[in-house]
C-alpha cells in the first residue's frame, strides 16, 4: 500500500529535507526510521524540498510498503523512535498514483519576523531578528501584489533550475502579533528560496528603502537582481499542503 505522512519538525539541526551527501537530512532520517521498522529499504517521495534551517509544520511523503500494520498505526510506530524535532503527525492509506508533488495542491508558507530592539534568545531558531523598525501596513500593502498568476524569476535563486519560472498565489499578508511580524504566503508552487526573497524583499520596502509599488515592477522586471535579498532560513516554516480532491 501507498501511505501518506504529514510531517512536522525544526529544521535548525539539519541539511534540509532531500537526502544529500554533506550532511543529515529529514528524509534521511525517515526512511532509516522506516527501514528499520518494516524491515526492509524504504524511500519516501517528499512534497516540497525545504533548505537548510527551514522548519515544517506539515510537510508530505508518501511510501510504498508490504505490511498488515494499518496505516493510521504507522505515526504512532514511528514517533516511538525518531527524534524529538522531528513529528509525524498523521498517517494515511492513499491511491497508488497519489504523488505529494504532482497532485494539485494549495502550499502555504509563514516567514516569521523578531522585530524589537533587542533579541530573545527563545526566538533564534525560528524568527529572522531584525532591530529598525518595520512599516506591516506598507509591507501588507506590497505582498498584495504577488496574488495571482506571474511570472515570479525576480524571487527565483538564481542557480535554480524549473522547467517555467510562473506560479500563481492565492494570498499574501503580513500581519503583526506583537514583536513577531508575519508574511504568511499560500500558492501553487513556490520556486527555490521564493518565499524568503519574497521576505527579503518586503523586509526592504518596510525598512523604508523602496515604495510598496516597487513590488509591480520587481514582479515584471523578471531578473533576481531586482529583488531584495535572500532572507535567512530560519524564520521560514512550511504551513502545510492542502490538497485537491
Avoid at 26 to 41: D, G, W
Avoid at 201 to 230: F, H, V, W, Y
Wanted: glycine content about 6%.
Amino acid at each position: 500500500m501507498r501511505v501518506k505522512l504529514v510531517v512536522a519538525y525544526d529544521g535548525t539541526n539539519y541539511c534540509g529535507w532531500q537526502i544529500q551527501p554533506n550532511g543529515i537530512t529529514i528524509q534521511e532520517v525517515l526512511n532509516k526510521t522506516l527501514s528499520e521498522l518494516f524491515r526492509t529499504p524504504i524511500t519516501t517521495i517528499g512534497a516540497s524540498r525545504t533548505d537548510s534551517g527551514v522548519h515544517s509544520l506539515g510537510n508530505v511523503c508518501v511510501f510504498d510498503v508490504n505490511t498488515r500494520m494499518p496505516a493510521e498505526k504507522i505515526s504512532y510506530a514511528l514517533n516511538q523512535r525518531l527524534p524529538e524535532d522531528i513529528v509525524v503527525l498523521d498517517s494515511t492509506e492513499v491511491p497508488d498514483d497519489f504523488h505529494p508533488r504532482f497532485s494539485k495542491s494549495r502550499k502555504t508558507y509563514e516567514y516569521r519576523i523578531l522585530n524589537r530592539t533587542f533579541r530573545d534568545p527563545t526566538r533564534r531558531l525560528d524568527t529572522h531578528f531584525f532591530h529598525y523598525p518595520l512599516d506591516v501596513a506598507k509591507m501588507n500593502e506590497a505582498a498584495k501584489f504577488l496574488i495571482g498568476e506571474h511570472d515570479f524569476a525576480s524571487f527565483c535563486a538564481a542557480n535554480a533550475q524549473s522547467e517555467t519560472t510562473i506560479r500563481t498565489i492565492y494570498d499574501a499578508s503580513v500581519v503583526r502579533d506583537g514583536d513577531i511580524i508575519r508574511i504568511r504566503v499560500t500558492g501553487n508552487g513556490f520556486l527555490y528560496n521564493m518565499v524568503r526573497i519574497i521576505a527579503g524583499t518586503l523586509i526592504k520596502i518596510g525598512d523604508g528603502d523602496m515604495p510598496a509599488a516597487a513590488m509591480k515592477q520587481i514582479i515584471e522586471a523578471a531578473n533576481r537582481s531586482a529583488a531584495g535579498p535572500t532572507a535567512p532560513a530560519n524564520g521560514l516554516t512550511m504551513i502545510g499542503l492542502e490538497y485537491e480532491t
